[in-house]
T-cell receptor
Framework: SQKIEQNSEALNIQEGKTATLTCNYT??????LQWYRQDPGRGPVFLLL?????KEKRKERLKVTFDTTLKQSLFHITASQPADSATYLC????????FGTGTRLQVFP | GAGVSQSPSNKVTEKGKDVELRCDPI?????LYWYRQSLGQGLEFLIY????????KSGLPSDRFSAERTGGSVSTLTIQRTQQEDSAVYLC???????????????FGSGTRLTVV
């Protein structure tokens, strides 16, 4: 069955550093991959989408890579800020999205 | 509306009772999705509506769960004879077809927190 893995342990980094989150998947060939941010008590908020034929996508301080051979996506936040602290979800899909369990990021001053 | 609206925001019900959860998607969004999220878990897909096509019900965990979408807009998720394991946050999302198929993302509501006691 399809499986999406994100590091379940929280990632703690210092303000100003680059945060890198990993998403690995098996038994699936997604047409696209998306990243979402979720704050406590709120629904996920869409951040970035990358298609299967794209290697990298950037948006402001965010960068996503997508390696369909390794079946892996990396999500980078450069110059991280305490306001970036949240849970980040990876999602893969064709018609509907399948979500990973998310990685909690904590950026401390 | 400006966003996806879900009601109620919180629902406490007794085991064995039926509950209805409502979702108002963004106007013009043809695709509507229901997910649920248990404490500390990821989002579990439940059901997906796309226009007038038959819904994808592959994620519904049992026949106690059903959903309908009236007039291509508002959706109701019904859970019959609720059990304690049904306790979770039920999230609704909507998207334009093109977004759902890879041009953008889903817009989620804030969810309904269901507690079965």
């Amino acid at each position: 069955s399809q499986k999406i893995e994100q590091n379940s342990e929280a990632l703690n980094i210092q303000e100003g550093k680059t945060a890198t989150l990993t998403c690995n998947y098996t038994n699936y060939s997604p047409a696209y991959l998306q990243w979402y941010r979720q704050d406590p008590g709120r629904g996920p908020v869409f951040l970035l989408l990358i298609r299967e034929n794209e290697k990298e996508k950037r948006k402001e301080r965010l960068k996503v890579t997508f390696d369909t051979t390794l079946k892996q996506s990396l999500f980078h936040i450069t110059a991280s800020q305490p306001a970036d602290s949240a849970t980040y979800l990876c999602a893969l899909g064709r018609d509907k999205l399948i979500f990973g369990t998310g990685t909690r990021l904590q950026v401390f001053p | 509306g400006a966003g996806v609206s879900q009601s109620p925001s919180n629902k406490v019900t007794e085991k064995g009772k039926d509950v209805e959860l409502r979702c108002d998607p963004i106007s013009g969004h043809t695709a509507l999705y229901w997910y649920r999220q248990s404490l500390g878990q990821g989002l579990e897909f439940l059901i997906y509506f796309q226009g007038n096509s038959a819904p994808d019900k592959s994620g519904l965990p049992s026949d106690r769960f059903s959903a309908e979408r009236t007039g291509g807009s508002v959706s109701t998720l019904t859970i019959q004879r609720t059990q304690q394991e049904d306790s979770a946050v039920y999230l609704c999302a909507s998207s334009l077809v093109a977004e759902g198929q890879g041009r953008g993302g889903y817009t989620f509501g804030s969810g309904t927190r269901l507690t079965v006691v």
